[in-house]
């Protein structure tokens, strides 16, 4: 019987699930996917619409009562945080360090750009945030409909061309703050459906057989890659397929933890067991 597997059309997570997802994994079952966008698959799976699904690490504390958080497949990272951009001839608005008063585009409410945005903006919250489908967010930038837009992913090799500057690359704030790497997007297993050992074992196995053959997957990755370029598909996988992909393990495990705690703290998100507790994490 197939599984239904959510995940976004970016290059890190077509090369991390081409083998899966085309059955050169042995052992795995047949899967049907879905291409959305993290913001669209966070809202799926709070009906519990996919079987293995990628969210936001933010969108966990709403998730792990009907999901199991899986140790691998996910994007965290260091050096690749999501950025808040500016246009570079901007003037007569909000200060450059401060956005108060501003209208803000972000990809997502419950994405973990737009909680780290909200931490790293305590105390200076912008006058109005609209969540806008990312593909509009820097070019809504460049014409003036906003006077900063939150991006992630491609956007971080390709915004000095829409005539932008970032304010502020999240990812170092967060670095330099914690020492923690960045936890983006995880990767989720339906309890009741899906024996998260076994789909930790797929998954490591589909990531192991990208790597071992990365022309493989290139054509299905430039297929979903839209308008992006191969070389930027290249510097995409490069930035957000690395280590953790393979296994979070005690540094990717504490990133978690520190930013649901902090988040939990400062009245963002509920409260919610640690990360480690509601995981299968052999």
Same mark, same amino acid.
């Given at each position: 019987?197939? #599984? ?15 083998? #899966? ?42 998730? !792990?009562?009907?999901?199991? !958080? ?8 260091? %050096? ?10 901007? %003037? ?5 360090? =401060? ?40 070019? %809504? ?43 983006? %997007?995880?990767i989720l297993a339906r309890r009741g459906v899906v024996d998260p050992q076994q789909a930790a074992g797929w998954i490591r196995d589909s990531v192991q057989r990208a790597?071992? =053959? ?17 070389d930027v598909v290249d510097r995409h996988i490069g930035l957000y397929v690395n280590e953790f992909t393979a296994d ?35």
């Amino acid at each position: 019987m197939a #599984l239904s597997l959510a995940i976004s059309p970016c290059p890190n997570d077509t090369f991390v699930f081409h083998a #899966l997802v085309h059955g050169q994994v042995p052992g795995a079952p047949p899967v049907t996917v879905t291409y959305a966008d993290v913001d669209v698959t966070n809202t799926a799976a709070e009906r519990g619409a996919f079987d293995l699904v990628k969210v936001s690490y933010a969108a966990l504390p709403w998730l !792990l009562e009907d999901y199991h !958080l899986l140790p691998c497949g996910g994007a965290l990272g260091r %050096g690749c945080g999501p950025l808040v951009l500016t246009r570079t001839d901007r %003037g007569g608005g909000p200060e450059r360090d =401060d956005l108060t008063g501003a209208t803000v585009a972000v990809p997502g409410d419950r994405t973990t750009a737009y909680l780290l945005f909200r931490l790293w903006a305590a105390g200076r919250t912008p006058q109005r945030i609209e969540v806008v489908p990312f593909h509009e967010i820097m070019p %809504g930038v460049a014409a003036g409909r906003y006077d900063a837009g939150l991006v992630i992913h491609e956007a971080r090799f390709t915004y000095p061309r829409h005539g932008l500057t970032a304010l502020v690359d999240l990812g170092e704030w967060w670095e330099s703050d914690t020492g923690l790497p960045i936890p983006l %997007g995880a990767i989720l297993a339906r309890r009741g459906v899906v024996d998260p050992q076994q789909a930790a074992g797929w998954i490591r196995d589909s990531v192991q057989r990208a790597w071992a =053959d990365p022309a493989a997957s290139r054509a299905y990755v430039l297929a979903h890659a839209q308008e992006m370029e191969p070389d930027v598909v290249d510097r995409h996988i490069g930035l957000y397929v690395n280590e953790f992909t393979a296994d979070l393990g005690e540094a990717g495990f504490a990133a978690v933890e520190a930013l649901l705690g902090r988040a939990a703290d400062a009245g963002l998100v509920p409260q919610t067991s640690s990360s480690r507790a509601t995981a299968w994490t052999s």
